[in-house]
T-cell receptor
Framework: GAVVSQHPSWVICKSGTSVKIECRSLDFQATTMFWYRQFPKQSLMLMATSNEGSKATYEQGVEKDKFLINHASLTLSTLTVTSAHPEDSSFYIC????????????FGPGTRLLVL | GQNIDQPTEMTATEGAIVQINCTYQTSGFNGLFWYQQHAGEAPTFLSYNVLDGLEEKGRFSSFLSRSKGYSYLLLKELQMKDSASYLCAVKGGANNLFFGTGTRLTVIP
C-alpha cells in the first residue's frame, strides 16, 4: 500500500510555456498532499501544502501565481508551473498523507523539469 | 525558524556499522523521519520516531532524544546498495516536513 505516482517523469519545454505535473495516490485517499522542489545536491524544499477542496498553503518565497496547485479530489493534486523559465528547472516531488493512523508522507517518483 | 543539521558526507566499509546524526531546532515537533534517497529518485521512508528511544527495523535503527533535539540513524551490516543520501526530516507544528540537507553515504568494499 501507500503508492504515489507522478506524471510525467520527465518534461522538457521552451521558456514561457506552462507545464502541468500530476500527483496521484493510487491505493489510499490523500487528505493532504505536499509539493517539494529539489535542486542538484540540495535537500527537498517544501513549496506548498494542499488539502483536498481548499486552497493550497504556500511557503514563504514561493509565488502562488506562478506555481498553481489544484487538489480536486482525494487522489489527485496537480502543480502547474506557469510561464516557465530556465531557473525553474528542477526536480519536483509530491508526497501524500492520509493512510489511516499514519503520520508518514509517501513520496512520488518525482518529475524532472528542464526549461530551455 | 527551522534548523536541521546533518553531516554532509560519510564513508564507511561494506559490512561495517555507521551512525548518521541529526540535530534539530524547530517550532513545534510532531515526529522525526528518516528517508533514503538514491540519486535522481524520490525519497523512500525508513523510520519514524515520535517518542524518545530506539526503533529497530532490520538492519536499520533510529534513535530520538526530544530533550536534546537529537536523532541518529544506525545502519548495520552495510551493503554497497546502501550508498545513498539519508535525509532527516522533522514534522513541525503545522504537520509540514522540514528536511535537513541530507548525508551522502558512500559504502566502499
Amino acid at each position: 500500500g501507500a503508492v504515489v505516482s507522478q506524471h510525467p517523469s520527465w518534461v522538457i519545454c521552451k521558456s514561457g510555456t506552462s507545464v502541468k505535473i500530476e500527483c496521484r495516490s493510487l491505493d489510499f485517499q490523500a487528505t493532504t498532499m505536499f509539493w517539494y522542489r529539489q535542486f542538484p545536491k540540495q535537500s527537498l524544499m517544501l513549496m506548498a501544502t494542499s488539502n483536498e477542496g481548499s486552497k493550497a498553503t504556500y511557503e514563504q518565497g514561493v509565488e502562488k501565481d506562478k506555481f498553481l496547485i489544484n487538489h480536486a479530489s482525494l487522489t489527485l493534486s496537480t502543480l502547474t508551473v506557469t510561464s516557465a523559465h530556465p531557473e525553474d528547472s528542477s526536480f519536483y516531488i509530491c508526497s501524500a498523507t492520509g493512510l489511516a493512523g499514519s503520520q508518514t508522507q509517501y513520496f512520488g517518483p518525482g518529475t524532472r523539469l528542464l526549461v530551455l | 525558524g527551522q534548523n536541521i543539521d546533518q553531516p554532509t558526507e560519510m564513508t564507511a566499509t561494506e559490512g561495517a556499522i555507521v551512525q548518521i546524526n541529526c540535530t534539530y531546532q524547530t517550532s513545534g515537533f510532531n515526529g522525526l523521519f528518516w528517508y533514503q534517497q538514491h540519486a535522481g529518485e524520490a525519497p523512500t521512508f525508513l523510520s519514524y520516531n515520535v517518542l524518545d528511544g530506539l526503533e529497530e527495523k532490520g538492519r536499520f535503527s533510529s534513535f530520538l532524544s526530544r530533550s536534546k533535539g537529537y536523532s541518529y540513524l544506525l545502519l548495520k551490516e552495510l551493503q554497497m546498495k546502501d550508498s545513498a543520501s539519508y535525509l532527516c526530516a522533522v514534522k513541525g507544528g503545522a504537520n509540514n516536513l522540514f528536511f535537513g540537507t541530507g548525508t551522502r553515504l558512500t559504502v566502499i568494499p
